[in-house]
């Protein structure tokens, strides 16, 4: 029986593990790679990145769209918070993806609309990482690295794979043991790019674990029309669960009112007004925002963002909030068709590294944490994802709108030049913190 090595990204993270009983660990600890402990085979990754046509980036932009909701949906849990970034999913699995071949790369990709070409999509998430990492008036910052563990690895990683995402995704590429010193390094690199929201993606290394792939997304903006003092002030939220709590309610006034059959919502710009912050409150006061979310698609969330009017002045509350999000996506993924990827016995990462013996790498478990404070100044948000792979055997006179947020409401951080959500997410609770999933 074939085994396999699990990856995890930053925004997104990859990890890789092998069976590893007769390996002992090397007593070096080089903190950059040595390219003499990768091999060059000479034969390239089964992807290339390309110029894409407006057609094709129309379609793919859809499509992520889409599954960005379709990923939420998954998450939804009743009465808690949740956040996801699928920007940080779709680069680190992407990264993953690179080294994939037959089935495995067939719903990996399709996963984001590319089952009938995988380049573009590729070539899509390549945009994506550039457009990240060029956004004005914000402050967003996207890294990409890959952590290879000598003891499991040396010489079997392809330098063809290395080279691709450091040249695509920016990755840095580090080989090391995987000892405490080495996690401790790993999570230290989380913690600075994401500014210190999030402290760290593993809280051990696995005697199994080869690789960590690892994408990180840290966002900061302020508000282009700031909250004035007197416009925070002391209200009530109710929370999912009907209790009323005591809150600070942001008052403001828009000029961007939305609405759809299922929501009614505002865009509140950040500096530079590339990136809004889309509320979108039930219209229906007795659902909640997790059964409005379950009717959403990612089509109905951008045709909600093009119907935005500035015919209205729209009176909006919503209250500072903060809380932390964690999840295992595995099931997530399976059920929307990613499923040999987690197949011990014939995922195919072979465009990664190969073996002499029967040993395959295959992910394990793919973990997504996220940040969020949003205040009178602005919002600061960040995520990490793990995809972990073992080896096993998003004043003139007017009408009025109001939009008050003092019941359970979603949101997005969105890129309004092509409506394509970084964050996306649910307040049911203003507590703190919400945990689904052991993290690691």
């Given at each position: 029986m074939r085994k396999a090595i699990s990856?995890?990204?930053?925004?997104?993270?990859l990890m890789g593990t092998v069976c590893s009983c007769n390996l002992k660990p090397d007593t070096e600890n080089p903190n950059a790679l040595d390219p003499s402990k990768i091999v060059r085979?000479?034969?390239?990754?089964?992807v290339t990145i390309n110029e894409l046509s407006s057609e094709s980036s129309e379609k793919y932009r859809q499509a992520y769209i889409n599954t960005s909701f379709e990923l939420l949906k998954k998450q939804l849990n009743g009465n808690k918070n949740v956040m996801i970034s699928p920007a940080s999913i779709l680069l680190a699995l992407s990264m993953t993806e690179a080294g994939a071949g037959g089935d495995t790369l067939k719903q990996m990709a399709a996963l984001w609309g590319g089952e009938d070409?995988?380049?573009a999509q590729l070539s899509y998430a390549a945009d994506i990482l550039k457009k990240l990492n060029n956004s004005q008036g914000v402050s967003m910052h996207a890294a990409d690295s890959v952590w290879i563990n000598d003891s499991l690895l040396q010489g079997k990683v392809k330098a063809e794979f290395v080279d691709f995402v450091?040249?695509?995704?920016?990755?840095?590429?580090?080989?090391?043991v995987f000892d405490d010193q080495a996690l401790n390094k790993l999570n230290d690199w989380v913690k600075e790019h994401t500014d210190g929201m999030i402290s760290k993606i593993l809280d051990r290394f696995e005697p199994s674990t080869a690789m960590v792939l690892i994408n990180a997304i840290a966002f900061d903006g302020k508000w282009a029309d700031q909250y004035e003092e007197y416009q925070v002030q002391d209200g009530k939220f109710r929370n999912a669960q009907g209790q009323e709590i005591?809150?600070?309610?942001?008052?403001?006034?828009?000029r961007n009112y939305l609405e759809n059959g299922k929501a009614t919502g505002f865009i509140k710009y950040y500096e530079g007004r590339q990136y809004g912050f889309v509320v979108m409150l039930p219209k229906d006061e007795k659902q909640s925002a997790d059964d409005m979310l379950r009717e959403f698609t990612g089509d109905d969330f951008d045709a909600l963002l093009n119907s935005k009017t500035g015919e209205y002045t729209v009176y909006t509350q919503m209250p500072e909030f903060s809380y932390d999000y964690s999840s295992t996506l595995n099931d997530s993924l399976k059920d929307l068709g990613m499923k040999t990827a987690f197949?011990?016995?014939?995922?195919d990462f072979r465009g990664i590294a190969e073996f002499d013996d029967?040993?395959?790498?295959?992910?394990?478990?793919?973990?997504h944490k996220t940040h969020i404070e949003v205040s009178r100044t602005g919002t600061r948000a960040a995520a990490v994802t793990a995809v972990r792979m073992d080896a096993a055997g998003a004043c003139i006179e007017e009408d009025i709108k109001s939009v008050?947020?003092?019941?359970?409401?979603?949101?997005?951080i969105v890129d309004l030049n092509d409506n394509t959500p970084v964050f996306i997410g649910t307040v049911n609770d203003i507590t703190g913190e919400a945990e689904k999933g052991t993290g690691d």
């Open positions: 990856t995890i990204l930053a925004a997104s993270l085979t000479g034969e390239p990754v089964s070409d995988y380049n450091k040249q695509y995704y920016d990755a840095e590429v580090q080989n090391l005591d809150v600070k309610m942001l008052n403001g006034s828009e197949d011990q016995n014939n995922a029967d040993k395959n790498l295959y992910i394990s478990k793919v973990i008050t947020c003092d019941r359970p409401f979603a949101y997005a």
